[in-house]
């Protein structure tokens, strides 16, 4: 197969979709904030991230249906304007005071989720129509790294808002300008690609796969990996305000460390598992993340907080990639529907927040929500213990 041509005018606007697909990390920023200013309970707060995530459950999978319908770039499209209308709904709430109440928030986030499941399930295989062969990893890989400044940016912005304007929801105004400069940007760049609309998936092809243990276990993982990564982003200030009583002002930063050290684990993560086996790289991701759990526990001051949070964050950079590409190398001759299957492993944005939002609720301390995070800790050692030593895999 021959290879394609990169074109750096056509990459360009890509990257810059990337960043809007960064987006999304907001909610757990956007959570903390709605949860303090309508005195929700943990439990009802954290529904919101659940709410963002449910969507890949249901629509990964018709998604992938509709891109072989109307092609890659199209979706891509759609999604940044479902993005851009998720964002336009809390803009209209900085103005309209009156609009700005739990159901319309509900709504936006649910808007958000569903723009960014269109985008997860259909800008990577965008990229393959301009970029392929070596070249393709790193250009993935580089993507994920432009998503995550906007998901380290966020919480920085929303801190910034709530002190000059006393609202975080200037954040909203801010993403929707890049969203809208997006459409156009992507819009406007003509993209080659092969529209097969004989080639399809569906829940049933999908679901029989967990048939097979190894399977199983993979889906698992990305649902683990998922959880703990939403879960960390939602009550790794609330930690802090917990113990150390400061602001959601000055605690929020929490979470723009975590993103910090989760960009620089896509960055490095890339030459990393050039230079060293996956099933070793894993294994540390895993130990990062073990040791992280502890001091979540125990920790009481600042610096060890931060530094715990920190230890999350580039644990849990690489998991996604590394269990996906395993899934796809286990099972190549069904690499479609695994792919809408892992896709569907985001489910676990969903459940984690509502089990951490009962237990933190229930015990009356965050130390609820570390309990159910470390589950998801738990299990990912026990990934790395048993399934990568499988010779098949």
Known sequence: MEAKQSDLSKLVPIMFTFFTMGFVDMVGTATNYVKADFALSD?????????????FFFLSVPTGLMMNRIGKRKTVLLSLVVTALALALPM???FIKSMYT???????FCLLG?????????????????????????????????????SFVAPL???????????????????LVFAVVAVFFLGGTRIEEEIQKDKSSNFIQCLKLLADGTVLLFFLGIVAHVGIDVGV????????????????????????????????????????????????FFAVSVICMVLS??????????????????????????????VFSKALLYMPENNNEMSGLMIMG????????????????????????????????????????????????
């Open 92 to 94: 209209c709430s900085f």
């Open 233 to 280: 982003n939602t009550c790794a200030p609330k930690i802090i305000m917990e113990r150390l009583e400061l602001p959601l002002e000055k605690a929020g930063i929490a979470t723009s460390i975590y993103f910090l050290f989760r960009t620089l684990g896509c960055f490095s993560g890339s030459f990393i598992l050039a230079r060293f086996p996956l099933k070793n």
């Open 102 to 108: 739990f159901p319309v928030m509900l709504v936006s």
């Open 346 to 393: 985001l489910i676990g944005g969903t459940v984690f927040p509502l089990l951490m939002g009962v237990m933190s609720d229930a015990m009356g301390s965050q130390a609820g929500s570390v309990i159910v995070i470390s589950i998801g800790v738990a299990y990912l050692v026990y990934l790395a213990t048993v399934l990568f030593k499988k010779e098949r895999v």
């Open 43 to 55: 439990t009802v707060a954290n529904f919101l991230p659940s709410m963002v995530f449910l969507w």
């Open 293 to 322: 759990m502890a001091g979540l526990f125990v920790c009481h001051s600042l610096v060890g907080l931060y530094i715990a949070i920190a230890l999350v964050g580039f644990g849990n950079s690489n998991i996604f990639s590394m």
């Open 114 to 150: 569903i723009g960014n499941t269109l985008m997860q399930v259909s800008l990577n295989p965008l990229i393959t129509c301009i970029v392929s062969g070596d070249k393709l990893a790193s250009t993935l890989t580089f993507g994920q790294f432009i998503k995550a400044i906007a």
């Open 157 to 175: 912005i929303a801190s910034w808002a709530s002190v000059r304007y006393q609202s975080w929801l200037p954040l909203c105004l801010i993403f």
